[in-house]
């Protein structure tokens, strides 16, 4: 931790959570006005629990971003969901994520369950308003009903702050009541510090991130990359990952008629990769066939996606 010479200076963990695809990436990365968590209109594209750091005159509030709770249980979702919920040991607040363009469902009224459970104090931000803002009410009503079935008098809920990740509507409100309920101390990462992510899986993301805007919907569960190498050699990062399937017919689609797609989301990545470490990168991209690679407890280990 370092110290801060600023007698009131503010800092503290905030832990982002929310249902697949509410938007919780896209708020972090305006937030911190830095691409650190991946984003694409598919859901589950977060896999690991994800440290940014943002420094503003007198706080730092240290952001932690994390899978989207499923209500479906197999072993990656599994994990995924034991990603999200071990990420409030030790957090300060809470930044609940809802998308109120669509209806509550069975995995927001999991994550309500969930939340009540809990005694630390929530900042609700109802995202995508510029969709549409029709179900606000409902969102509030079904969190004010856990609350009567529970007999929790005191709403820990601190606000309920309608923003817009994608227009920037209301995100400066939703900065300044985060930090209004940061504790006074020291700040824990000096100010250079953008995010304690390892570089192997944010370079994995990124290279996720470009398979899923190349390929769409058709296999965004069925994909996991694993980094196995970064070599610096003296004018350019040389690196080699390994993309993970789970049967020949989708090794075909990510390879693409005449490698298009993989040589796409390599050009992609690759870029991405480049403005992450600021200097060339040579991308060396491969695909394997490991079927059910969700269910192997050593293949999840070796992704970073257990929770010990």
């Not at 069975?106 to 109802?126: G, H, K, P, S, Y």
């Not at 309608?162 to 985060?178: E, F, H, R, Y």
């Not at 789970?246 to 870029?271: D, F, H």
């Not at 991308?283 to 192997?296: M, N, P």
Request: charged share 25%.
């Amino acid at each position: 931790m370092n110290d801060s010479p600023a007698e009131n200076f503010k800092s503290g963990f905030v832990t982002i959570i929310g249902r697949p695809n509410s938007g919780k990436s896209t708020i972090l990365n305006y937030l911190v006005g830095n691409k650190i968590s991946i984003v694409s209109p598919i859901p589950q594209t977060t896999r690991h629990q994800i440290r940014a750091i943002l420094n503003i005159p007198g706080a730092q509030i240290v952001f932690v971003d994390t899978p989207g709770i499923h209500s479906f249980q197999d072993n990656l979702a599994g994990q995924l969901n034991s990603i999200a919920k071990a990420s409030m040991d030790g957090c300060d607040l809470v930044l609940y994520v809802v998308d109120v363009s669509r209806k509550t469902g069975q995995e927001e009224e999991a994550i309500m369950d969930f939340l009540t459970n809990q005694r630390i104090r929530i900042v609700m931000a109802m995202n995508k308003i510029d969709l549409g803002d029709k179900h606000i009410e409902e969102y509030v009503k079904l969190w004010k009903d856990k609350l009567t079935l529970k007999n929790i008098t005191s709403d820990p809920v601190i606000y309920y702050l309608p923003v817009s990740a994608k227009t920037g509507k209301n995100m400066d409100v939703l900065l300044q009541s985060l930090v209004e309920n940061l504790p006074i101390q020291p700040s824990f990462y000096d100010d250079q510090t953008p995010t304690d992510f390892p570089l192997k899986f944010r370079i994995a993301d990124s290279i996720r991130e470009k398979l899923f805007l190349n390929l769409h919907k058709e296999l965004p569960h069925s994909i996991a990359v694993e980094v196995e190498e970064i070599k610096e050699k003296a004018r350019i990062t040389y690196v080699r990952a390994i993309i993970y399937v789970n049967r020949p017919s989708q090794k075909k689609i990510v390879i693409g008629t005449k490698g298009e797609i993989l040589k796409e989301a390599g050009s992609m990545a690759r870029q991405d990769i480049e403005r992450i470490i600021g200097r060339k990168v040579y991308l060396e991209l491969w695909v394997k066939v490991v079927e059910d690679w969700q269910s192997k407890t050593r293949i999840l280990k070796e992704l970073g996606y257990c929770v010990e």
